[in-house]
T-cell receptor, first 112, second 119 residues
Framework: GENVEQHPSTLSVQEGDSAVIKCTYS??????FPWYKQELGKRPQLIID?????GEKKDQRIAVTLNKTAKHFSLHITETQPEDSAVYFC???????????FGAGTQVVVTP | DAGITQSPRYKITETGRQVTLMCHQT?????MFWYRQDLGHGLRLIYY???????DKGEVPDGYVVSRSKTENFPLTLESATRSQTSVYFC??????????????????FGAGTRLSVL
């Protein structure tokens, strides 16, 4: 089955700096890669996603890049703000059922 | 987000007791999922369902039972709770074909979660 590895497990950045989280997946058939943000005590919420026919996608301060050959994708957050502090999860879609395999998560802490 | 609700939000039970966690969605999404979230493990899939009366096991199904007699409900039952089932449980739903008109295809929307403690 699909295996998704996510690094780093924790990331501390100064406000205004950039943050990068990387994920690798094992199944070359995976074709959909969402990123979820989970604030403390809250539900995971989708912040950006990318499909396998696209190499990069941006939405304001966040961007995701996908390298299908290397089977890895990354989340980039620029000009970080304290409200970006949260746990971020990457995921890869396993099959047509829509099942997602999640990474273990990255705790991002933005310090003022 | 208000379209998918979980109850109860918090539950304390004892080992050996049966517990049912409820999940209800108003979007008519065909797919529904149950995850458990434990520190260091991210979100692990317990069971999923593609439609009413169609369910299948996920990554960690042992000790859990699901049913889906109606599209909008997907209850998760712990038949005999164990301490290892202490966790936060999330329900999610998605609309794989975009037919429900409630969002893009395949995006999973999560409920607020149920924090379960088994003593």
């Amino acid at each position: 089955g699909e295996n998704v590895e996510q690094h780093p497990s924790t990331l501390s950045v100064q406000e205004g700096d950039s943050a990068v989280i990387k994920c690798t997946y094992s199944d070359s058939a995976s074709n959909y890669f969402p990123w979820y943000k989970q604030e403390l005590g809250k539900r995971p919420q989708l912040i950006i996603d990318i499909r396998s026919n696209v190499g990069e996608k941006k939405d304001q301060r966040i961007a995701v890049t996908l390298n299908k050959t290397a089977k890895h994708f990354s989340l980039h957050i620029t000009e970080t703000q304290p409200e970006d502090s949260a746990v971020y999860f990457c995921a890869a879609r396993l099959d047509s059922w829509g099942k997602l395999q999640f990474g273990a998560g990255t705790q991002v802490v933005v310090t003022p | 987000d208000a379209g998918i609700t979980q109850s109860p939000r918090y539950k304390i039970t004892e080992t050996g007791r049966q517990v049912t966690l409820m999940c209800h969605q108003t979007w008519s999404h065909s797919y529904m999922f149950w995850y458990r979230q434990d520190l260091g493990h991210g979100l692990r899939l317990i069971y999923y369902s593609a439609a009413a009366d169609i369910t299948d096991k996920g990554e960690v199904p042992d000790g859990y039972v699901v049913s889906r007699s109606k599209t909008e409900n997907f209850p998760l039952t712990l038949e005999s709770a164990t301490r290892s089932q202490t966790s936060v449980y999330f329900c999610a739903s998605s609309d794989p074909e975009g037919l429900a008109g409630t969002g893009a295809k395949n995006i999973q929307y999560f409920g607020a979660g149920t924090r379960l403690s088994v003593l």
